[in-house]
């Protein structure tokens, strides 16, 4: 379903390069006649016969997936890309023209782009779905699936016969352009080529691809880790110090270090000495004061730095909320 919505979103914007774009009809048959029975009958394929030990992808996400979905896209949108400059050097071929030229609003549906496109689009609608059809080892051939052979041929034999020998009652409800002979059979011919490259990607390229793809992830993945999160934890490093580093002085207007809280006085007894000796400013300071203003026991520091005070540890933790969020989350700080 989603290489459906890219291949017609791929015709409607060359489309819009003139201002043109699918007829109603050309839109209800591409959905209601192709992509219908085509989703219906693609997963009634049975089951194989035989249970293997390895499971199938279920990982839409996966790298197998991507690389066969981008290689689909860029097989089915190259060759919508070729056929719509093919187109211009045809036989018989006119620049598309409105018959109102000032009319700019209604869709220009009857041009020889527009039935290029949407002939080769109906039959890569058929082959993409032919060629996702899973087969062994995990179902069936797609011959047993009678009925979506049956849809796949009928679709195909309709879209022949509308590219090689269309009535005009065909052209009229399909909104289509007399095309040259030459063409027609040019269309067949890279609608060929086309399920050719979408199956052979499929079956060989794509499933080498990925597991290719997947080692130069990892070689990527190892020189982002050893250059740029190299650097970037550097810079965190720098901005760190940078934040508990130098401060401004707002008397002075000057750069310098954060001088040390001092802490309040501690005042012990000595031997001999009375409570009275200390002075009466010393009487109004009492043990758990003293305790609080100053957690480390001993004065100074074996450096000479006063000890913090718990005002000081606390602005510190503040100041920096977004570490111990990160810390919490699991993330590393530097990421």
């Not at 693609?42 to 030990?53: D, L, N, Y």
């Not at 080529?193 to 130069?216: C, D, H, M």
Request: net charge positive.
């Amino acid at each position: 379903m989603a290489l459906y919505s890219i291949i017609q979103f791929t015709s409607v914007s060359m489309l819009y390069e003139f201002g043109g774009g699918l007829g109603d009809f050309q839109f209800l048959y591409i959905d209601l006649f192709i992509i219908v029975p085509l989703a219906i009958f693609m997963g009634r394929t049975p089951a194989f016969h035989r249970i293997m030990p390895k499971r199938p992808t279920a990982n839409l996400m996966s790298k197998k997936v991507l690389t066969s979905l981008f290689g689909q896209i860029i097989i089915n949108s190259s060759i919508q890309a070729i056929v719509f400059r093919l187109v211009k050097q045809s036989d018989h071929y006119s620049p598309p023209a409105r018959e109102d030229p000032n009319d700019r609003d209604t869709l220009l549906i009857r041009s020889f782009e527009n039935t290029a496109l949407f002939l080769a689009s109906s039959f890569q609608y058929i082959l993409v779905a032919c060629v996702f059809s899973i087969g062994p080892p995990y179902r069936q051939s797609n011959l047993r699936n009678y009925g979506f052979m049956i849809t796949c041929s009928l679709l195909v034999l309709f879209t022949l016969f509308l590219t090689l020998n269309p009535n005009s009652w065909a052209n009229r409800v399909f909104e289509l352009i007399d095309i040259s002979t030459g063409f027609r059979r040019t269309l067949v011919v890279w609608a060929a080529v086309n399920f050719g490259l979408s199956s052979v990607g499929e079956r060989w390229v794509f499933p080498w691809l990925a597991p290719t793809a997947a080692k130069f992830g990892r070689v990527a993945r190892y020189l982002v880790r050893r250059h740029v999160l190299r650097n970037t934890r550097h810079y965190y490093s720098k901005v760190s110090r940078m934040e508990d580093g130098p401060t401004r002085d707002p008397a002075t207007g000057t750069y310098g270090r954060a001088p040390a809280t001092p802490s309040k006085p501690r005042f012990e007894l000595r031997a001999g000495e009375s409570g009275s000796a200390i002075g009466s400013s010393s009487a109004t300071i009492n043990g758990a004061e003293a305790d609080m203003a100053c957690p480390v026991d001993g004065g100074d520091l074996e450096d000479g730095r006063s000890p913090p005070s718990w005002e000081d540890i606390a602005r510190k933790t503040d100041s920096k909320p977004y570490k111990r969020i990160l810390r919490e989350m699991g993330i590393p700080a530097w990421y």
